[in-house]
């Protein structure tokens, strides 16, 4: 998959800003711009310029001047994609960015593809495919958990722990292959009892990463929290006030939400995706009754579910909202609920004294005057087990890798199984072979064209 040709793109969002950079990566990609740049300070060619350095000039053509750059020169191996680079700030005016990607495609390069110049760091070694995801990762990343573990795994910390595990049992497998070529012999160089502690911690790694997907799932995704309820508890105002700004419509007259409101806010540097609700009651309005039955698809696909009431109406009838509460615990048992009592600045002492002793671990909130709301976000971060982040763990986000991980750890347990049972050499050999290859999965020493395809497909033309 490797080619030397040229290839030009804008690295910049497109459109009209102050400043563009148009980048440019392959062997000529250094003379082709010297061609067209004319500096202000020397007569010395690009191509004779040191890596790492930035000149002023004009790009021009022929005689005409399209406007006054930076361009930087990165030369090989010491740039981004491993050739040599070369990227020209110029103004940000999409006339000037387009004059200029043209002038250049007339004269000896192409345009790039979607994430052609992070493929090219990966192929020539500069990342490998962990690595390269991440840049995907990092430059989707909107709130500081997902840009945490992106900048981590750029970085190299999930490759090396991948790399260090493949490492330590290629080295096994080389003394179980050697094994096989004496067999008549009945030697073994693999110390079986080494062997097996190896395994074992293989195993804890393994299962220590799978596990982190649950919470790196989210993360990156965002955490979906259904709020739901009856109809006008305070729902749409209580996403307001989480949102701090009037995204849902408030109306005393019931029933005024019928359809799914989403937004996302961060929390802590967590993201979490507020889902806003129809009121669940009975009802004969056909539209109403479509949103109902929404509610119950957003609680099966939420994280967390808050059971939103009001407390100056059911003040009461506290046994019905504990009925309710039940029933969507019964219904949803592996799923967080948080059972918040609303307009609680409408209770007196002694309401309120019975209201927290009925309903137990009730939240108490006033979402109209903002009372409670700071407690209800420290309560939604404590539900997120964010132990790993906070350590700089390994944390996995991504559904390939996953997968690889889920197949390499079930071929390590049937090594596990066969050191146990005293399976001989040769059938181990082909598990433990099996594993190394979903290790490589992981990192790109193992790759097809279609696999880089699919992946560098999502990237953004300029990265």
């Known amino acids: 998959m490797i080619n030397h040709d040229t290839i030009i793109a804008l690295a910049t969002p497109s459109g009209s800003g102050a400043i563009a950079v148009i980048r440019l990566s392959g062997n000529d990609a ?3 711009t010297d061609k067209h740049f004319k500096s202000v300070k020397s007569n010395k ?5 040191k890596t790492h350095t930035i000149h002023l000039g004009h790009i021009v053509e022929g005689k005409k001047t399209l406007d006054e750059v930076l361009v930087s020169v990165f030369k090989n191996p010491n740039s981004y994609t491993g050739e040599n680079v070369v990227e020209i700030s110029c103004h940000g005016s999409a006339y000037i960015q387009q004059e200029i990607i043209q002038l250049f495609l007339r004269n000896g390069c192409r ?4 994430g052609e110049f992070t493929l090219r760091a990966f192929l020539n070694g500069k990342l490998d495919l962990s690595q390269a995801e991440a840049v995907a990762d990092l430059i989707a990343s909107d709130n500081e958990a997902s840009h945490q573990i992106a900048m981590q795994q750029m970085r190299g910390g999930f490759s090396s722990e991948i790399a260090k595990l493949r490492s330590e049992l290629m ?11 004496f067999s008549e012999e009945d030697v073994e160089f693999a110390d079986r009892t080494q062997f097996k502690a190896l395994i074992e911690r293989i195993n804890f790694v393994l299962k220590r990463l799978i596990d982190s997907f649950a919470v790196g799932n989210v993360i990156k995704n965002g955490i979906p ?7 006008n508890v305070g729902k749409s105002t209580l996403l307001n006030a989480l949102l701090n700004e009037e995204r849902a419509i408030v109306s005393e007259i019931a029933g005024t939400t019928r359809d799914t409101i989403e937004d996302e806010i961060s929390i802590g540097g967590i993201g979490f995706r507020f889902i806003d609700t129809a009121g669940i009651r009975e009802t004969k309005d056909v539209v109403e009754s479509i949103g109902i039955k929404k509610t119950f698809e957003k609680i099966e696909q939420s994280k967390v579910t808050i059971y939103l009431f009001d407390a100056e ?22 799923k967080p609920l948080l059972a918040i009592a609303n307009k609680i600045d409408k209770l007196n002492a002694q309401q309120t004294h019975n209201l927290k002793s009925q309903i137990l671990n009730v939240l108490l909130l006033s979402a109209k005057t903002g009372i409670g709301v700071d407690e209800l976000t420290k309560v939604l971060l404590e539900l997120i087990n964010t132990g790993a982040l906070r350590n700089d763990e390994t944390i996995v986000t991504n559904s390939r890798h996953y997968d690889s991980l889920l197949k390499a750890h079930e071929e390590v347990q049937k090594v596990k199984y066969g050191l146990e049972t005293g399976l001989s050499g040769d059938l181990m050999a082909i598990d433990i072979r099996q594993a190394l290859y979903h290790f490589g999965e992981i990192t790109g020493e193992i790759t097809t064209d279609d696999l880089l395809g699919n992946i560098f497909a999502n990237f953004c033309i300029g990265k």
Request: no cysteine; charged share 25%.
């Open 30 to 32: 250094i003379s082709i």
């Open 45 to 49: 060619a690009l191509t004779k310029q």
């Open 111 to 114: 345009m790039a593809t979607a």
């Open 171 to 181: 080295n096994f497998a080389s003394l179980i292959e050697l094994e096989l070529d």
């Open 225 to 231: 929290v259904a709020i739901v309820g009856e109809p």
């Open 313 to 334: 109406q059911n003040i009461d009838k506290l046994d019905v909202v504990k009925f309710e509460i039940e029933k969507i615990k019964n219904k949803y048992p592996q």
